[in-house]
């Protein structure tokens, strides 16, 4: 009996692995590790309080023509219809989405996530007409059902690489360039927010533009433009 147990186990562990396998294989966090290019991400997650939007981010990033890669929660997208409008008139800006309502993902059966996955693309298809292909989850939560459901809506399912953890209130901006200097690498997808959470972001992201990526060779991208990237290492 312990015997057939351990057999049954054994093969269930397996199935479990190939799935996971699979699943794991969809969901993308770096680009090429030949690539000289590093994708600076922000999430536009919804906020109760302050603009949710960090200005001062987006000039800078305007400023010095930074490709980066918005992930927008829908909710975020009804209540900042202007801002959403200048966002989509730069060029060199590429956007995904992030969920309608910013829902916790692995506690929905797979309709009511395709729900939540498919508002925000619905939402920006309607408004204003283009086309968002990349998602990232909320919080980064998902399951296999997930991962199926991103599949068959045709989206590229994005995370990341590199955690900055921006929008945690107890890291100075040293610990986070800290943080950035050891993980940044060729290829990598760096997570931070510009919904105004990350009290540093904007000066994170100067030093990291100005003095991390030019000493190690690394130039911004967007996801898109790193996952196509096919340059070898200088
Ligand atoms: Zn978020």
């Known amino acids: 009996m312990a015997s057939r147990l351990t057999l049954f186990s054994r093969a269930f562990m397996a199935l479990a692995c190939l799935l996971g396998t699979d699943a794991r294989a969809q969901v993308i966090t770096a680009g090429p590790a030949s690539c000289p290019g590093v994708a600076l991400t922000f999430d536009l997650c919804p ?24 992930f927008i929660s829908g909710r975020w997208i009804s209540k900042h219809d202007e801002q959403m409008k200048a966002l989509l008139e730069v060029p060199f800006f590429e956007f995904g989405t992030h969920g309608d309502v910013h829902a916790h993902l692995p506690m929905h059966p797979p309709d009511e996530q395709k729900a939540e996955i498919v508002g925000a693309v619905r939402l920006i298809k309607r408004r204003y007409h283009r086309d968002a292909t990349l998602f990232r989850p909320p919080y980064g939560e998902y399951n296999e059902e997930t991962v199926e459901v991103v599949k068959a809506l045709g989206l590229k399912f994005i995370l ?50 100005e003095t991390l990526l030019p000493a190690r060779g690394l130039t911004p991208m967007t996801v898109s433009e790193l996952l196509a990237c096919r340059q070898t290492a200088r």
């Open 47 to 70: 906020v109760r309080q302050g603009t949710g939007l960090d200005q001062a981010l987006i000039d800078y990033l305007i400023e010095h023509r930074i490709p980066a890669t918005f």
């Open 160 to 209: 990341w690489n590199v955690v900055s953890g921006d929008p945690d209130p107890t890291l100075s901006a040293e610990q986070i360039e800290g943080r950035l200097a050891r993980l940044t690498r060729k290829g990598s997808i760096v997570v931070m927010h510009a919904n105004g959470k990350g009290k540093h972001t904007r000066e994170v992201v100067t030093q990291v533009y």
